[in-house]
């Protein structure tokens, strides 16, 4: 299976492993200071990178308007669907070459993509629509994607297969922790922890679907 690095559609792993600037972070739309760590990020479409934004420009850009369509808030949101399966056969599917991945359409390419974290950042791997749509497309988290700013998560572990809907950001902020704590063949023992923190982190913020989220 051949795999391309990603940053050729989207940059915004930069923002995770690119030494900070000194000072104060601030909004990239209207250069205020914003919090560390606990401001939004705005997708710029055009450009395929993530940006930091302040509440304001976050609130502004959160429901895509009729004129330029080029920035888009990621949304806050951590769900999964208790119902949802994914057994070994559906995985071995995706051809997913490692543990983790996660899956986002770009509407501008009008296309899913499929990433994973490797010792080199965000890799892409080849996709076949039918293999995604048997895999995971007919699931209802899969229905509530939003383009370009969320992603379906998915990891496998001890036998077992997890899928959440995350922010977009956090997917990339997973490659950036990846990146910097690889070590060896299979990442070493500081990455294996960092992951299992990740995604304790995720299991806390997720919460079930419910019956008004169904798509």
């Given amino acids: 299976m051949s795999a391309v690095r990603a940053d050729r559609d989207i940059r915004g792993l930069r923002r995770f492993v690119a ?31 993530l940006a930091c934004a302040c ?56 296309r899913l993509v499929a990433l994973y974290p490797s010792p080199a950042g965000a890799t892409e791997s080849e996709l076949e629509p039918s293999a995604w749509q048997e895999a995971l497309g007919g699931s209802r988290l899969a229905g509530l994607l939003e383009p370009d700013v969320e992603a379906l998560l998915v990891r496998r572990t001890e036998g077992r297969a997890e899928c959440h809907l995350v922010p977009i950001d956090i997917c990339y902020e997973l490659v950036g922790r990846m990146r910097l704590r690889w070590q060896g063949f299979d990442g070493g023992a500081e990455a294996r922890a960092e992951l299992r923190t990740f ?17």
């Fill in 55 to 110: 509440t304001p420009c976050a609130l502004l850009f959160e429901q895509p308007g009729p004129g330029d369509g080029r920035f888009r808030t990621v949304p806050d949101r951590y769900l999964y669907d208790p119902a949802h399966r994914l057994d070994d056969s559906a995985w071995d599917l995706l051809r997913i070459p490692v543990g983790v991945a996660f899956f986002f359409r770009n509407a501008a390419l009008n």
């Fill in 199 to 215: 995604f304790e982190h995720v299991g806390r913020r997720a919460r079930p679907l419910t019956e008004a989220e169904k798509p």
């Fill in 19 to 49: 030494p900070r600037e000194p000072g104060p972070e601030r909004c990239e739309l209207c250069a205020v200071p914003v919090a560390e760590g606990g401001h939004r990020h705005l997708v710029d479409t055009e450009k395929r990178s």
